[in-house]
Each structure stands twice: as structure tokens, then as C-alpha cells.
């Protein structure tokens, strides 16, 4: 389909032409889908073959830019040392965690970046994945602008529902990287709820299965009249259809007399993909597998591969039955069972999902293409405005170290976001004039068991007994997951605010470099978005002393209204002028001129209160 | 006289105005928009009964609870305002913040009983809170963890998980008849028993899992 984007006779204002369009992004581990949504009516952006999935693979050569997609994927037979897929699974994660993985992580490691964020060697490059899932974004980004033939520079990118504040941060990161202001993360399993609640006007109780590439997740939500309430959320962020791919280029190797190294991961996994995929239609499988030196054949029935894969099956119906079991629901209750994601073509999991819920899933929207579908309803429901309203949930409990190592959940998982907790704590020693404030998340109740998102430290305590400090800290979570941690002591006020960065994100310098480093030239990006901003909040001032005139202009003589009026043209003047120093200069002297009255609209209000006070205590 | 959030926290004073941080002018205490230039109002301190137009009242429907939440949800959720200006996001935000507080307090009736008993002056949880010894109440909490702990089979676990659950059912009509009537003791030590009977469930349920994976 062709979408028309200018509608005719559209007159937008000079300060809405710049705006780009508003996409929604599934940034999948193994595929990545755009979509654009116009009168709650979503299409996925397909390219001229009418494929809408993008690999979520980038290959880096020497020169020129990175390749995306179908282009990079290409290369993971011929050249495999510059090509980097599943990259989503390294989101969020410190370099230690990344060592931890072994052979099983298909790079090697360079030495991390400054803020401690871990970095690949990707041929010459050092690379973080945030930069490498911007790459992935950039690549998303400019397919959608070629098809609708229009700049794209917002959007509603989704993560799993699973996702921690660190790799919901890195994700956020990895968009602004690519030119993309996020209107909004958005949980998959909710986006995918999303698109088929539109879609069907279905009610009642939903459960998303949803099992990518690298994630499982699974909701609970209530549909009714437009409001998708997400009750109950739980996954595992390390379990996927790669899974899969890994039990069965395993065996294969194991068929060589071999051991999966790092050397021969990439080939190995390519074909076991190409087994685990011909076995969804097909009884048996073989083929080759070709390392170089030599190549050897395997065979696969299904039998054999659901043997392989029925542990990682067996863990997500578990994780479903918890979940539903923790939010007191059964599975007669639900309405339907909606799946997403690739690796739900698999039979094995089709199977035991319909066993357990005692009915067959709901598949009617393609499940690599729901959750763009969603995304791109929620992008345009932020832009354009509508009746649907999202009230989602954090998916793991958030917590501070106290003593001995333990955690003191401060927020539980499962809380409608947005949401804002506080929690007192005291010193321990006479004199303590600093406190080390550690923020995990998590369910365990030991520090090490979760993880860390940051530490910061509130000093200036002034000197007390041990004991009689009050210190607050209040944890602040906004509609996209994310975290925001301030402490404060209470007798004294002494204050500390952090936006908790992970303790190996981006640091604001990294971030700022790769921004002036990148082909988008982001620097004038970023100031076009403080210029918006400027000018959203000058259109804001003018609007409010617009309507208080429609009131209230009889409390103003001849000469101040019209002064007022002058002001207003003058910060119109502004607005139009690409000058933000301007732009909001004009709008404070707006304020400044409108003070007095402001004044007189206050007295009046009090006036006319006072009188209907007096009338009803008469009628009383 | 409704019980509104707008009206709710007139006082006997004068007249309660407050004044709009967009277009300065007067604009009612507790109002969620101004009512001149429809700019949305930050929350004002109400107890979570007040904020969702709610009597304080223990009998809380919950369906009804729902549809009020959703209602300023629909007005006030940050996504109303995804294209607003910054304070104005920011102000739905702290709106949203409320309103998820006053809902997640009293859907449950557990923390919705912790919670009037608290403005009733009985604070059961936090500190500060007292505690009642009763010696009735901690013999059978003892003895019903007793037999939990050496149940070794699911279905023993699960007929104590059963047990607890009609017994919960019980303690939470109980409660909410001492609230109609009143009886502040009574409620603390019903709240108290229910407390025990949920997370003896919970207890029976986690040991189950673990007996049944241990199989
Ligand atoms: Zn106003």
C-alpha cells in the first residue's frame, strides 16, 4: 500500500513543518520492524520485495558505512569477523557479565569504554553495543524515510517487557545515537497487546507469550473499552530462539568431534538456523555444515529437535504459570493467549502454549509484525492524540543495599509506572557525615544476586549521633521504566539527585562525542530539539494569556490591552525565527507584562469565592 | 455536597484557591485543569480515598474503583501529554504518581485495611506501628507454619495453601464488618490475622513449586 502523507490542502504551521513523522520500531534480536500508523490504521514499512523484517545484523568494513540488514547478513558466511548479530542480548550489560559468557560470546572484547560500558573488537573498531544498535536503528530509520518519502525523527521503540533500567537505558541511548527522539518505550508483549485490542475490540483478560531471539516474555493484561492495563509481567532477559540455534550447532559440532568455539560459532549457528527453520514445516532435515578445512554432513529429525529444545520450552510455561499464579488468575480465565515473536513458529512451542492454556493461541497478526504494528499505534497516539490509554508496570522490584549485603526493595515489581517511592534510612557511626547509596534491581534478596544499576554518594551530612540522621531517599520511576533516584537528609536538607546511568553506561561526554562523531551531525539535532522545546513552551504562555483574555480583558484599560496584544505578536515574531536565546526571551517578557494582570484576575477570583461563600451560608 | 476531589478539601475558612502555574490566574484548590487556559493542575496532599472521589469506607467495589481510576488516568496519564510543554509533562506525571498510589493502596484489601486503619489512627504498619499480643492469634500462626514446614508433598502443601485461602475469605468478611461497626481493635487484630493467612498462602505456594520441581 502507499501511504499519502500530505494530505490535501494541509496548512501546517511554519513550526510543525519540521517535525518529521512519528514511527513505531521493533528492535528485535534477531529482526527489527518499522511501522507507521495513520487514523489507528498501522502498516509495517516493507522494501520492494515486500519484506518488512530487517536483520538485526550490521557488518563494519574498513571504509564506508556500516551495511544493515540483509546486506550484513550476507556477509556472516564470507566474512564473519566484521559482522555482528544478537547484539540486543549485550544491552545493559557491564563488561564483566559479557567475560563471563566465554566462547559463548562470538566477539572478543576490547578495553571498555570510560563510563566502564563494555566494547567489542569488531575488525578495527571498538564498538559498544549502544553504537552498534544505533547503527541498527540509523539502518530502520532510513528504510521508513525512503518509503514515506518524509524525514523520521521520533519514535516509539520497544524493549521487552523484561528489560531492566540498564538495557532500557542503553536502548534509549542507542535511539537519541541515531537522530530518533523516543516518544516512548513500550513494553513488546503490551505493544503487541496493543495492536491485536484495536484490532479485535477484545475484552477481558489476555495473556502475551511472547519468545524472540534472545528474550522471553510474558503479560498479563486487562483489555476493557480502550484501556490496556498490563497486571502482572515475567521473562527471562537471557532466553530465546538463539537458544535454539546454540543447542544445535552444538550437537553438530559434537557430530565433528568438535568443541563450538569462538572461531566457528557464527557458521555453526547460521546453519543450525537454517535446520531449525526448515524443521517448522518439514519432518527432517540435512545439510552441510562447512567450517573452511572441512565440511561435514548432519541430519536433524524433529524428534531430535525437540528433544533439544524442550528444557528452554518447559522454562517459559513455568515463567507463565508463576506469573499468572502471582497475580491470581488461572488459565480458564483468559480470553486468549496472543503470541510474538520468530521463535513461536516453532511448533514444540505452539503445542505446549495450547496444552497449558487448554486452548490454541491467537496468531491472526503476524508475530515478527505485532509488535511494530502496536508501536507504531502508540507513536501515532502520542502524536496525534487518542482514547486508548496504555497503564503499564515495572517488571522487576528495585531496591538499595543496607547492611551485610542485603536488599531492601524499595519498589516492587509489578507497580503500575508511573510511580515514586520513598524510604528513610540513618547512619550507623557517630560523626557519619556521607552515606554510599547502591541501587539494584531485582527479586533476590541478596545485592550480589541482583543488579547493579548505580552508586552515588550524599555527603555533607552534617556531623550527628549515629542513628539520628534522616536520610530519603525517593525513587522516581517515569512512563518508560526508567529510574531516577534522589536522596535528601531531612533535618539539614542536604540534597542529592541523580538520573541513575547505569555504573557502566554512557557517561554524558561519551555520548555527547559519539553524537558530534555521527553521520546525522546530531549536534544541530540536538538543538533543534531545544528550540522545539522553546517554542512548545512560548505557544504554551501565549495560549494561557490568550484565555485568560477571553475571561478576564475588562480588568485591563485600552492602553495595557493593547501592550499585552503587542507582546503577544512580538513572541509570535520569535517563534517563527529559528533564534531560541529569542524565542525565550519573548516568552519570559510575556510573563513579566502580564504580571499585574495576573494580579488583578487573582483578586477577582477571591472576590467572586468570597461572595459565593456569603450567598451560601445565607441559603444554608 | 459531592465527594469530588475539586470540592473535597474546602475548608471552613474562606474559600480555597489556588493559582494556575500557567496562566497565573485563580483556579480551585485541588482542581486537576484550570478551568480559564485548561492547563493541568500538580496534585494536592488528599488521602487516596479523597483523591479517587472515594468515601472513606473499607466497602470498596472494586470494579468501581477501576473505572474511577481509569477515568483520571484517561485525563492525566503522561501519554495525554507526550507533546505538551515540559512543566506541563511533568505535572502529569506527578498526577499520574498519585493516582497509581491511591489505586495500588486500595485495591488490596490488605494494604486498603493497613491504610484506614492508619487515618483512623491504628497504624499497623511502618513506623510507629504497634503491635497487639495476642496470644491466641501467634499460637496459631505457629502451629500452622509448624505444619507447613514438614509437609513434604505438594498436595499436603496444597491443602494447607487451600485451608489458608477459605480461612482468608473468612478473616476479610470478618474484617469488613468490624469496619461497619466500627470496632477499631477489632479490625487491627482481624487485619493482623488476615496479614499471616496471605502470606501463609504465598509461603504454602512457593514451597510447593519447589517441591514440585524438586520431583
Ligand atoms: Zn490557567
Known amino acids: 500500500m502507499l501511504l499519502q502523507i500530505h494530505e490535501p490542502g494541509e496548512t501546517p504551521l511554519p513550526h510543525e513543518t519540521e517535525k518529521g513523522l512519528a514511527v513505531g520500531i521493533d528492535l528485535g534480536t534477531t529482526n527489527s520492524v518499522v511501522a507507521f500508523a495513520r487514523d489507528q490504521k498501522a502498516e509495517i514499512v516493507r522494501d520492494a520485495r515486500g519484506v518488512g523484517l530487517v536483520p538485526s545484523v550490521v557488518a563494519y568494513f574498513e571504509d564506508g558505512d556500516p551495511l544493515v540488514g540483509e546486506l550484513a547478513r550476507r556477509e556472516l558466511l564470507d566474512n564473519p569477523e566484521v559482522v555482528v548479530s544478537s547484539i540486543k542480548r549485550l544491552m545493559g550489560r557491564g563488561p564483566d557479565e559479557l567475560a563471563k559468557l566465554g566462547d559463548a560470546l562470538p566477539y572478543e572484547l576490547g578495553p571498555p569504554a570510560e563510563g566502564g560500558m563494555a566494547r567489542l573488537k569488531i575488525g578495527e573498531r571498538l564498538l559498544t553495543p549502544v553504537e552498534i544498535s544505533a547503527d541498527i536503528l540509523r539502518g530502520v530509520k532510513q528504510r521508513a524515510e525512503i518509503a514515506l518519502g518524509r524525514a523520521v525523527d521520533r519514535a516509539v521503540v520497544t524493549v521487552p517487557a523484561y528489560f531492566d533500567d540498564a538495557a532500557r537505558t542503553a536502548t534509549r541511548d542507542a535511539a537519541r545515537l541515531a537522530g530518533l527522539e523516543v516518544l516512548r518505550l513500550v513494553a513488546e508483549p503490551t505493544a503487541a497487546a496493543l495492536a491485536y485490542g484495536l484490532d479485535s475490540q477484545a475484552e477481558g483478560l489476555y495473556a502475551v507469550y511472547d519468545l524472540g531471539g534472545g528474550t522471553f516474555d510474558f503479560s498479563l493484561l486487562r483489555l476493557e473499552r480502550g484501556v490496556f492495563q498490563v497486571l502482572a509481567t515475567g521473562g527471562d532477559a537471557a532466553l530465546g530462539g538463539d537458544d535454539f540455534d546454540h543447542a544445535i550447532a552444538k550437537r553438530f559440532m559434537a557430530e565433528r568431534g568438535a568443541k563450538l568455539d569462538r572461531d566457528h560459532v557464527k557458521q555453526a549457528l547460521v546453519t543450525a538456523r537454517l535446520a531449525k527453520e526448515c524443521l517448522t514445516d518439514r519432518d527432517d532435515w540435512d545439510g552441510f555444515l562447512d567450517l573452511g578445512e572441512a565440511e561435514s554432513e548432519h541430519k536433524l529429525t524433529r524428534a531430535e529437535f525437540e528433544k533439544l529444545i524442550a528444557p528452554f520450552v518447559e522454562r517459559t510455561i513455568q515463567i507463565a504459570a508463576a506469573t499468572l499464579e502471582d497475580a491470581g488468575v488461572t488459565p480458564d480465565q483468559l480470553g486468549g493467549v496472543v503470541l510474538v515473536g520468530g521463535s513461536t513458529r516453532v511448533l514444540l512451542v505452539r503445542q505446549h502454549v495450547a496444552e497449558f492454556f487448554g486452548k490454541p493461541a491467537l496468531t491472526d497478526i503476524d508475530p515478527d509484525e505485532v509488535v511494530a504494528v502496536g508501536a507504531a499505534l502508540q507513536a501515532e497516539a502520542l502524536t496525534v492524540g487518542s482514547d486508548t490509554l496504555l497503564l503499564d508496570v515495572l517488571p522487576l522490584s528495585l531496591g538499595l543495599e543496607t547492611m551485610g549485603g542485603i536488599v531492601e526493595k524499595v519498589v516492587e515489581r509489578n507497580t503500575p509506572i508511573p510511580v515514586s517511592r520513598a524510604q528513610e534510612f540513618t547512619t550507623y557511626q557517630d560523626g557519619q557525615n556521607a552515606m554510599a547509596i547502591h541501587v539494584v534491581q531485582g527479586e533476590r534478596e541478596m545485592v550480589d544476586q541482583c543488579r547493579s544499576l548505580a552508586r552515588f554518594e550524599l555527603d555533607g551530612i552534617p556531623p550527628m549521633v549515629a542513628g539520628a540522621a534522616r536520610i530519603r531517599v525517593t525513587f522516581s520511576v517515569d512512563a518508560d521504566g526508567l529510574l531516577t533516584v534522589s536522596a535528601k537528609e531531612a533535618t539539614t536538607g542536604v540534597e542529592s539527585r541523580i538520573e541513575v546511568k547505569p555504573s557502566y553506561g554512557l557517561t554524558e561526554d561519551e555520548m555527547a562525542a559519539m553524537l558530534r562523531a555521527s553521520i546525522d551531525n546530531a549536534q544541530d539535532d540536538m538543538e533543534r530539539r531545544l528550540l522545539t522545546e522553546a517554542r512548545v513552551e512560548a505557544r504554551r504562555a501565549v495560549n494561557a494569556v490568550q484565555a485568560a483574555l477571553a475571561v478576564d480583558a475588562d480588568l485591563l484599560s485600552a492602553d495595557e490591552l493593547a501592550r499585552i496584544n503587542e507582546t503577544i505578536e512580538m513572541v509570535e515574531r520569535a517563534m517563527s525565527s529559528t533564534d531560541r536565546a529569542a524565542v525565550q526571551g519573548a516568552a519570559e517578557e510575556l510573563e513579566h507584562r502580564t504580571k499585574i494582570f495576573a494580579e488583578r484576575r487573582m483578586d477577582r477570583g477571591i472576590r467572586k469565592a468570597l461572595a459565593g461563600r456569603a450567598v451560601a451560608d445565607i441559603g444554608g | ?215
Open chain 2, 1 to 215: 455536597m459531592t465527594n469530588a476531589p475539586q470540592t473535597s478539601a474546602s475548608t471552613n475558612n474562606g474559600p480555597a484557591l489556588a493559582v494556575c502555574w500557567s496562566c497565573k490566574g485563580p483556579v480551585a484548590w485541588g482542581a486537576l485543569f484550570c478551568d480559564t487556559c485548561k492547563a493541568v493542575q500538580p496534585p494536592v496532599p488528599l488521602d487516596h480515598f479523597a483523591r479517587l472521589g472515594l468515601k472513606r469506607d473499607f466497602d470498596i467495589k472494586v470494579p468501581v474503583l477501576d473505572q474511577l481510576y481509569f477515568g483520571f488516568q484517561r485525563q492525566l496519564h503522561p501519554d495525554r501529554f507526550a507533546a505538551a510543554a515540559p512543566k506541563a509533562k511533568q505535572i502529569s506525571q506527578s498526577q499520574a504518581v498519585a493516582f497509581n498510589d491511591a489505586y495500588e493502596t486500595l485495591k488490596d484489601p490488605l494494604t486498603r485495611a493497613a491504610y484506614l486503619l492508619d487515618l483512623l489512627g491504628e497504624k499497623v504498619e511502618g513506623e510507629g506501628a504497634h503491635t497487639i499480643a495476642d496470644e491466641e492469634l501467634l499460637m496459631e500462626q505457629l502451629e500452622r507454619r509448624e505444619a507447613l514446614m514438614e509437609a513434604d508433598n505438594p498436595a499436603a502443601v496444597e491443602a494447607i495453601a487451600r485451608h489458608a485461602k477459605v480461612d482468608a475469605e473468612a478473616a476479610l468478611s470478618a474484617l469488613a464488618s468490624d469496619f461497619a461497626s466500627g470496632d477499631k481493635i477489632a479490625a487491627k487484630r482481624g487485619y493482623l490475622r488476615l496479614k499471616y493467612l496471605v502470606k501463609l498462602g504465598e509461603e504454602a505456594r512457593a514451597r510447593r513449586a519447589r517441591l514440585t520441581l524438586a520431583r
